[in-house]
Every structure is written in C-alpha cells, then in structure tokens.
C-alpha cells in the first residue's frame, strides 16, 4: 500500500512576537507522488490565458470545474498534482486506497481517483487522475469553500506567471526552444533568474546563505518560509527570534515552532533581506518529497515580485512590479 504523507503545517495558537500577541496560520500540503500514470494532453486553444484569481489570507485562488462543479482551488506548486477535498468527491471511483500520515503523527485516509472532466477557462482536461483527500483544515481556516489543489502536473507543459499585484494568473504556451513567445512576453523588468530541478512533480531551487548551499521546495500554498532548524542553527548565526507558536497535524498534537527573521539568503542571481521563517524539522516533508530538503519557499518570498515558472526550460524568474 502507497503512503501519502500530509504535512499539515497549519499554526492556529497565539503568535507572541515583540509587536503583541497575533495569529499566525500556516497552510500547507506536500504529497509523495502515488500517482505515475500520465494523462491525455489537455485542450489548449490559447497563446496565454489569462485567469483571475482570488486570495484567501495568502493562499493563492483559481476557480475551476471538476465534472459540473464549479468552485475554488489553491494553486499549489508544493502538490504534485490534482488534489481533490473529500467534502465534496467522497463518492468518486475508488481507483486505489492509501493512507495519509500528519508531520506530527495521526493517520487519514486518502484514494486515488480519475475525473472526466476539468476546465480552468479554455484549459481543458479530457481526463485527470488526482487524489482525494481531506482539506477540510484549510476551509475552517479561511472560512472560504475549497474544491481542490491545482499540482504542478496540470502545468507542465506551460509557462505560469502569479501576479499577485493585479491578482492575475497567466498560462502561456511555449516555443520549440521552451520560451514565451516575444510577441505573448508581458513582463520586461526581471530581477531575478534561477535554474530550478524538477523531480517527481516538485519544484527545487538551490540557494545559499553564508556560503553555505540550501536546497529549498518553492510551495506557492506555503504560506510562510520554513526552514529546517537542526540543519541551518550552525549556518544561519544572526537570526533573530520574533516569537513562537504550535503546529498542528493530522492527529491533533503539537510542538513548538520557532517564529524568525535573517539577512542574506541568495536564490539565482539575487539576494534577499529580511527574510521571514519558521523554524521546523522538515524529515518528514523531504521523506514526503523524495528529496532532503533545507527548507521551503512559500508566500513571504514570492511576495516580493511577479513570479514565472517555465516547467520546460525548468526556471524561475521574479519581475518588479510596475504600476500602469
């Protein structure tokens, strides 16, 4: 039997920093990758296509259909692929059981299924395998209805742009070489570029701080950095301690993380200040990735520009945002 580990890295205690007492809420999942079966092309009819999205605290949201439901997914480069909320597909075709294991213990149960059809404007998919499980945290969390998680697997044929300042998501097709037509370019102010390794569905960018090389999965449903404490506490000397609070897994237990902020992390070409973290043990997450990983990238990096993810050229770009 597959395992699929959810990481729920989902803060819901008082945050006590220097500044008083605030909630701080993380919402995040990371799959192992069950699902190895490729689907159909989708139907692309489109040179970019253009989608609005929503926000739901620093989750990122695209409304989509399944079948003839319409609603909200998170746009999630942390998920392999489509992840469906058991809410609302717990009658679907059980094509394979799993079992879901929380960071903090606790088991769930989990399956396998296929959808007929799924659309996000005139991006359509004649078929789709995708995971159902439980995401009834993240709705409780945001009070906002969630059909799903949109993984890296829907887009890997594409180039994806996440405006977060006019809320737009822009899905390109790419030239023979791998690259955004220059007639379809939309952003000309880059600031950053890095090469990123693309291993089962997940996305990883190398960085460093202090001389000393990171390896970090770019979560665009993380809604903080992590890091992980015991492999960076030698590295990483002028951390300041901003506050702490719980995390809360599958099972219900708990333990303290370590709310942070440093100077000097480099990614590509670029370095960045000020640098927001929570400071964590991440084994089960690598184990969940197949990869040992430094830490994760989430909304407190990528909200720093526009960002586009080329998933054939395999890079990574940010861009200044520039008022019209």
């Known amino acids: 039997m597959h395992k699929l580990y959810i990481l729920l890295l989902f803060i819901i205690c008082c945050h006590n ?53 319409e609603g909200n997914f998170v746009l ?38 296929v959808v007929h059809n799924f659309t996000i404007l005139d991006l359509q998919y004649s078929r789709l395998t995708a995971q159902v499980t439980d995401l009834s945290f993240m709705e409780n969390s945001r009070k906002v209805k969630i059909l799903g998680l949109l993984g890296n697997r829907l887009f890997s044929k594409f180039a994806v742009t996440v405006d977060l300042f006019r809320n737009l998501l822009y899905i390109q097709k790419l030239d023979k070489d ?13 600031f950053m570029v890095s ?52 995390l809360t897994g599958v099972g219900g237990s708990n333990f303290e993380v370590i709310y942070a902020k440093y100077d000097g992390l480099i990614i590509g070409d670029r370095m960045f200040m000020l640098n927001r973290v929570l400071l ?21 990096f990528f909200v720093r520009g526009i960002f586009t993810i080329n998933y054939v050229k395999k890079e990574f770009e940010m861009y200044i945002y520039t008022y019209q």
Not at 212 to 240: G, R, V, W
């Open 280 to 300: 964590t043990n991440l084994d089960q997450m690598g184990a969940s990735y197949g990869n040992s990983i430094d830490g994760v990238l989430g909304y407190d």
């Open 178 to 190: 791998g690259n955004i037509p220059e007639t379809e370019r939309i952003y000309c102010d880059r």
């Open 17 to 69: 920093s220097v500044s008083g007492n605030n909630r701080a809420t993380v919402g995040n999942i990371s799959f192992k990758n069950v699902i190895n079966d490729p689907d159909p092309a989708p139907n692309a009819d489109f040179k970019t296509l253009v989608v609005p999205i929503k926000r739901a605290g620093n989750l990122i949201i695209v409304e989509a259909t399944v079948d003839s439901l």
């Open 76 to 113: 999630d480069t942390g998920a392999p692929y489509l992840v469906l909320n058991e809410t609302y597909f717990r009658d679907y075709t059980h094509i394979e059981d799993n079992e879901a294991t929380g960071i903090t213990g606790g088991l769930t149960a989990s399956f396998t299924t």
């Open 195 to 246: 090469p990123f390794r693309y291993s089962n569905d997940i996305i990883f960018l190398k960085g460093s701080v202090n001389n000393h090389t990171l390896l970090f999965a770019f979560d665009s449903a993380a809604e903080t950095n992590l890091l992980d404490y015991d492999k960076i506490k030698k590295i990483i000397t002028a951390m300041e301690v901003t506050g702490r609070s719980k």
